[in-house]
T-cell receptor
Framework: GQNIDQPTEMTATEGAIVQINCTYQ??????LFWYQQHAGEAPTFLSY????GLEEKGRFSSFLSRSKGYSYLLLKELQMKDSASYLC????????????FGKGTRLSVIA | GAGVSQSPSNKVTEKGKDVELRCDPISGHTALYWYRQRLGQGLEFLIYFQGNSAPDKSGLPSDRFSAERTGESVSTLTIQRTQQEDSAVYLC???????????FGQGTRLTVV
């Protein structure tokens, strides 16, 4: 089967750092994606990891450990506009369900 | 077009009616996905098209749901005899291949009354 777990909600303070974790169990693996989704809007792509390690892109970084089935998204210097849902998605190499999404983590940034 | 385009953006329909949702992917994208997102929930996979391969329909929740795609362009998702439980945002996404990020349309918000 396929299972992707993320915390449902998180709250963090403006200017701080927050780490959003994602664990996955899939029959295959061909990459992990993070998306950001503001309320009422479409998801937008943030990052992609296919090899172990850290990918940094400005204030956002994403980490992957394939052996542990684990990823995290790190947001630095939080801004109020970062309040959104963050979706972890895994591409199943078997191709049966090519992009499987977790339920998302709703992040609230407070002053 | 510049992005994935979906129409209509909003649809209100009476229970029992059929609806058709349209998705225009980014030009050249061979992969196309349909997802359903209920209020406050995650994305539920419905169907996946990749080039000329047989579509992956494993996520369709019932035989009332069907989807077609013309070549590598427009796709339509049809829901027959709509039920209130079908109320959700239906999102379409496309990508160059099954190894790159998917770009999403703005979705169609379907309300069944």
């Amino acid at each position: 089967g396929q299972n992707i777990d993320q915390p449902t909600e998180m709250t963090a303070t403006e200017g701080a750092i927050v780490q959003i974790n994602c664990t996955y169990q899939t029959s295959g693996f061909n990459g992990l994606f993070w998306y950001q989704q503001h309320a009422g809007e479409a998801p937008t792509f943030l990052s992609y990891n296919v090899l172990d390690g850290l990918e940094e892109k400005g204030r956002f970084s994403s980490f992957l450990s394939r052996s542990k089935g684990y990823s995290y998204l790190l947001l630095k210097e939080l801004q109020m506009k970062d309040s959104a849902s963050y979706l972890c998605a895994v591409r199943d190499k078997s191709g049966n369900t090519p992009l499987v999404f977790g339920k998302g983590t709703r992040l609230s940034v407070i002053a | 077009g510049a992005g994935v385009s979906q129409s209509p953006s909003n649809k209100v329909t009476e229970k029992g009616k059929d609806v058709e949702l349209r998705c225009d992917p980014i030009s050249g994208h061979t992969a196309l996905y349909w997802y359903r997102q209920r209020l406050g929930q995650g994305l539920e996979f419905l169907i996946y098209f990749q080039g000329n391969s047989a579509p992956d329909k494993s996520g369709l929740p019932s035989d009332r749901f069907s989807a077609e795609r013309t070549g590598e362009s427009v796709s339509t998702l049809t829901i027959q005899r709509t039920q209130q439980e079908d109320s959700a945002v239906y999102l379409c996404a496309s990508s160059f291949s099954d190894s790159t990020e998917a770009f999403f349309g703005q979705g169609t918000r379907l309300t069944v009354v």
